[in-house]
């Protein structure tokens, strides 16, 4: 009976007392490890203590099992940012939609794009560094298709017509619509001289004149000829000229200020005055007015109805200067320019109203209603008047730069013409010597 309790006693010596047992767990980093707290012998503590020491090759063991896991994760990531770069923008919308909600397909989104430009067969140059749309065709006469010049004129509807948010130096583009040489051009090239990359230059000749033997290598009309057209005097190929100079002008993003001008025209001021003229004005600058007569509001079509009413005919001259919104209006113009190619044939003179017209119906409001090029049709008849040699002279200079009053930027002056015509070839040698003291160039 006595060993029966020792044995008993012995064996109660390796149980602890029931006491309340207390128990934590902390997870770590690396490891998990269970903290037992009881309320046992100091040797049993140490013991099992011991036994729960965390051991160094489990948690490197772990450390490397997570940097795997993390490896993988991130190569994953990786490949799959690169496949959906590669995925078209109007694909992932539909795809990601598909992941969160029900497997039917979203509506499709109607979205404008601008029409491409014409998938034909032709050789395109580019854009040289004059800002002229070449063709890769080098025959002394750049000559432009029809396919050709579809391009430029998209091209050109495409350009920015907004002010940049960058500073550059805006430029006026000074448009010749020309038959064949420039013979003032000696009184030009005086007119332009120190005032490089002010200004830019575009020529639109007859096809049949190759100005390669009269244009000097130094002149600034050097290179300036766009691809052009034969153009029929009163016809409708005047517009689809000005729409050519327009569109290679445009293409040049700093040319702001855009003046259609013609062989026989002359400048009356000198540059820095015309320049700060076209630059600073708030206004562009066509003739429009209501002619009620045959020579006006009779030349309408009714067929242009709905599109053009009678009451919004209009006429003035086709000697204009635009600014860029304008200039990119029409060159992109899809609806009133097909009707003029259709409907104002023959004695329509569409020149003397398409842009009038257009002008007065969306660009009323920010339009002079008047002309900066001065003509002379006080004899009447179809043509104005030309002057020849012995008519140049100071008087007559004097009287064309401040004959008349206008307004400009809501005030009142008298520089209300920059330009004049038509002057004859003969009358080179007097301009010369004469303009210079006037015009102070």
Known sequence: MEKKKVREAEASSLVPPETPLKIESSLNSSTS????????????????????????????????????????????????SFNLKDLPSTVLPSRAFSLFSSPTPPP???????????????????????????????????????????YLLWKASMVPHRDAPFRWKPKVAFMFLTRGPLAFAPFWEKFFAGHEGLY?????????????????????????????KEVRWGSFTMIEAERRLLANALLDFSNQRFVLLSESC???????TIYSYLINSTET????????????????????????????????????????????????????????GRYCRQSCYADEHYLPTLVHIKFGTTNANRTLTWVDWARGGPHPTRFW??????????????????????????VCHLFARKFLPNALTRLMRFGPKVMRF
């Open 33 to 80: 490890i269970t903290r037992l707290l009881v309320n046992v012998d100091p040797n049993q503590l140490k013991f099992e203590t011991a036994y729960l020491r965390p051991r160094p090759w489990l948690q490197l063991q772990n450390l490397l099992s997570h940097l795997l896991i993390f490896g993988i994760g991130l190569f994953f990531g990786v490949l799959v």
């Open 108 to 150: 499709p989104s109607i979205q404008y794009s601008p029409p491409p430009p014409p998938a034909s067969g032709a050789d395109f140059g580019g854009v040289n560094g004059n800002g002229i749309l070449m063709s890769r065709r080098d025959d002394g006469i750049l000559m432009q298709e029809a396919e050709e010049e579809e």
């Open 200 to 228: 830019s230059i575009y020529v639109h000749s007859d096809p049949s004149f190759n100005d390669s033997s009269d244009v000097a290598e130094d002149s600034v009309f050097h290179g300036r000829r766009i691809p052009s």
């Open 266 to 272: 002359i400048p009356l001021f000198n540059f820095p």
């Open 285 to 340: 600058f066509v003739e429009v007015y209501d002619e009620p007569g045959p020579v006006g509001r009779g030349r309408y079509n009714s067929h242009m109805r709905p599109h053009i009413r009678p009451d919004q005919w209009r006429k003035g001259s086709q000697w204009f200067e635009a600014d860029r919104r304008l200039a990119v209006e029409i060159v992109s113009d899809g609806k009133y320019f097909p009707l003029y």
């Open 389 to 414: 040699r012995g008519q140049v002279t100071v008087e007559l200079l004097q009287r064309l730069r401040d004959g008349s009053e206008c307004m400009y930027n809501g005030r009142r002056t008298r």
